[in-house]
């Protein structure tokens, strides 16, 4: 990835949402995503590292589509260390590896704020990726400033 590594976080699912039909169920294969797709809200928080350092805490409102497809639409905050949020927006897609619980993650990252020490954010495009492991719950993203 081109472009400067702006933050580094680690992640933990602290809750999932479904509506209708289980999402372990599906990676289990016990379940097919149905034709109409399945949505999940994944509650997820954790640490940051880099520029931006402190805490992240939000929700993802996935969507599974049948053809493998996960589409993202993420919504959280990062809270510095010195108690500044700076509000995080993104969408993206994970997709899942064969035969395996992890999903590589793409993001289109929006920051915005309007405390002055981080307005840098406000004007820049930030490209996230990472992966997800769904059998651990664990998130690992490297967000990078275009």
């Given at each position: 990835?081109?472009?400067?590594?702006?933050?580094?976080?680690d992640?933990?699912?602290?809750?999932?949402?479904?509506?209708?039909?289980?999402?372990?169920?599906?990676?289990?294969?016990?379940?097919?995503?149905?034709?109409?797709?399945?949505?999940?809200?994944?509650?997820?928080?954790?640490?940051?590292?880099?520029?931006?350092?402190?805490?992240?805490?939000?929700?993802?409102y996935?969507?599974?589509?049948?053809?493998?497809?996960?589409?993202?639409?993420?919504?959280?905050?990062?809270?510095?260390?010195?108690?500044?949020?700076?509000?995080?927006?993104?969408?993206?897609?994970?997709?899942?590896?064969?035969?395996?619980?992890?999903?590589?993650?793409?993001?289109?990252?929006?920051?915005t704020?309007?405390?002055?020490?981080?307005?840098?954010?406000?004007t820049?495009q930030?490209?996230?990726?990472?992966?997800?492991?769904?059998?651990?719950?664990?998130?690992?993203?490297?967000?990078?400033?275009?």
């Amino acid at each position: 990835m081109t472009g400067d590594k702006i933050y580094e976080y680690d992640l933990d699912i602290t809750g999932v949402t479904d509506y209708g039909v289980d999402m372990e169920s599906i990676l289990a294969g016990k379940e097919r995503v149905p034709p109409q797709g399945a949505r999940f809200d994944v509650a997820f928080e954790g640490n940051t590292t880099g520029r931006l350092s402190g805490r992240v805490r939000g929700v993802d409102y996935l969507r599974m589509r049948g053809d493998g497809r996960i589409d993202l639409d993420i919504r959280a905050a990062i809270e510095t260390g010195g108690g500044l949020r700076i509000a995080l927006s993104a969408d993206g897609v994970a997709v899942l590896r064969p035969g395996e619980p992890i999903a590589d993650l793409c993001e289109n990252v929006t920051l915005t704020t309007a405390a002055a020490g981080f307005a840098w954010v406000n004007t820049h495009q930030i490209w996230g990726v990472g992966s997800v492991n769904l059998a651990t719950g664990k998130i690992h993203i490297d967000g990078y400033m275009q």
